[in-house]
């Protein structure tokens, strides 16, 4: 399988992972905001054992220490976080890192870092945090797509199954979404639907 998988969803808990990884998802973020040391270790920890010899590839969202220390394989990086974060411990741990792009400043940035993938976003409106950023647009994706080559490029923010088809045909490898199966009125049917989508965008 691809890494990241065409579909890429981005939870905050233990339960969600579960959800995904029982669906039979290929790649799943854990984005869990505001813990200490110990208890993004914990998490971690967790969620890696429910993961662990399934499909599912776990990837830990800024607790790049904890992420160390649990054996975790998989790694996601926003800026803020990237210019906080051992490059040499990460990459003597063997994670394969994924870091967040919103310019053309934060893409230099990034790919400094030679990372494993880059998330481009928000692609649309996004409720779901505040974001200093505008609306990318889908044409972004193919002009981002241009400058980092073979890199996988994951689409981000604000995307619905909907879009799906026309993302991934202007360049993007890999669709991060979030409310679309969260906040979705049946997600089990939801990821279905994305991981059909997927198979044929595969």
């Known amino acids: 399988m691809p890494?990241?998988?065409?579909?890429?969803?981005v939870v905050d808990s233990l339960a969600w992972v579960?959800?995904?990884?029982?669906?039979?998802?290929?790649?799943?973020?854990?984005?869990?905001k505001d813990l200490d040391d110990s208890q993004a270790l914990q998490i971690v920890t967790d969620a890696l054992a429910i993961t662990n010899?399934?499909?599912?590839k776990?990837?830990?969202?800024d607790y790049w220490r904890a992420a160390v220390v649990a054996g975790a394989k998989y790694l996601h990086l926003g800026q803020e976080d990237?210019?906080?974060a051992d490059l040499n411990a990460i990459r003597e741990a063997g994670l394969s890192?994924?870091?967040?792009?919103?310019d053309e400043a934060e893409l230099e940035t990034a790919l400094a870092a030679k990372p494993d993938y880059v998330a481009l976003g928000p692609i649309f409106f996004t409720t779901l945090k505040s974001m200093r950023f505008e609306p990318q647009g889908i044409p972004k994706i193919t002009e981002w797509k241009k400058r980092i080559g073979d890199i996988p490029l994951v689409a981000i923010g604000?995307?619905?199954?909907?879009?799906?088809?026309?993302?991934?045909?202007a360049g993007a490898d890999s669709i991060a979404v979030v409310s679309d199966v969260t906040q979705n009125a049946d997600?089990?049917?939801?990821?279905?639907q994305w991981l059909g989508q997927s198979a044929e965008a595969a």
């Not at 998802?25 to 984005?31: N, P």
């Not at 010899?53 to 599912?56: D, E, Y």
């Open 58 to 61: 776990l990837v830990v969202n």
């Open 82 to 84: 990237l210019a906080d």
């Open 158 to 169: 604000g995307i619905k199954f909907e879009h799906a088809a026309e993302i991934f045909a």
């Open 187 to 192: 997600p089990e049917a939801r990821v279905r």
């Open 53 to 56: 010899g399934t499909q599912a």
């Open 97 to 102: 890192l994924g870091v967040s792009t919103h």
């Open 18 to 32: 579960e959800r995904l990884t029982r669906l039979g998802v290929g790649t799943i973020q854990l984005r869990a």
């Open 3 to 9: 890494y990241p998988d065409p579909f890429y969803p």
